[in-house]
């Protein structure tokens, strides 16, 4: 799919959030559930209606279920798909979850390691339902973090204590992305080292369109392909891996760049060129 395409509807996104921010940044309204509804209804607008987008629970049974999550990308061609549904609120099957996305109306220490767990819990459940393809594609998204997020911070957050524990576990269940848009800082688990064959664990990478200069509509971008390429796949072979590999190569990274700094749950921040 080309690029110009599909900034064409993050730049609509974009577009959005500004309007929001522009009014409520002096009033006491909050924006937070707005943020969620304006990427709820550009993934609707963008995804083919075989995908709905909910926001719910994940169920395998009593004793494995995910924590609440705020969007949930669900083929509607699995048969049995929902154990409940009330509008966009659902209780649905492991099996009909392609994607998931929490999102941050601020995204600081907290609700990192708050959203952290909460895509862990929604994997554990997939992976337990269907083990090796029991993949989903999912990630974090905040709009305003701290007014600096400089490496060594941000590698403190890695290293948390909370965040440090998942560093035993495997790296599929980790998030598969955060995007912090007020920094226009995107970070990109590189689950296979595709980036650096060496690392001796997965890293986080920061991705760039050029410069290392931010670009929220590319970034943006980014965040919708891979949500895209999980959903065109969709016999969820190789835990959906394959396809999210080839949305990487496919999207325009002549103009992309791998940054120096890399992070990584215990290990925090590191330089790896």
Partial sequence: MKIDFIESFAKEIEAKLYRIHFLVKKSNLKSGEYHEEVVRNALRNFLSRRYSVKTGYVYLDENTVSKQIDILVIDENNPFTYYFQEGDFVIVRPESVVAALEIKTRLRKE??????ANIVSIKRVKH???GYYGHIYAGILGFFSNKTLPNEKLGEWFQDKEIANYASE?????????????????????????????????????????NQKPDVAWQLSLLITFIWASCENEDNSNRNLLAVAKAIKDFD????MVGNDRFSPKTGHDKWK
């Fill in 111 to 116: 609700e990192f390691r708050d959203s952290f």
């Fill in 253 to 256: 990274f002549n103009e992309a």
């Fill in 128 to 130: 337990k339902a269907l």
């Fill in 170 to 210: 495997v790296s599929a269940l980790w998030p598969n992305c955060f995007f912090f848009y007020d920094h226009g800082l995107f970070l990109h688990l590189d689950d296979d080292r595709n980036f650096d064959k060496s690392a001796k664990a997965p890293f986080y990478y920061k991705l760039f369109r050029n």
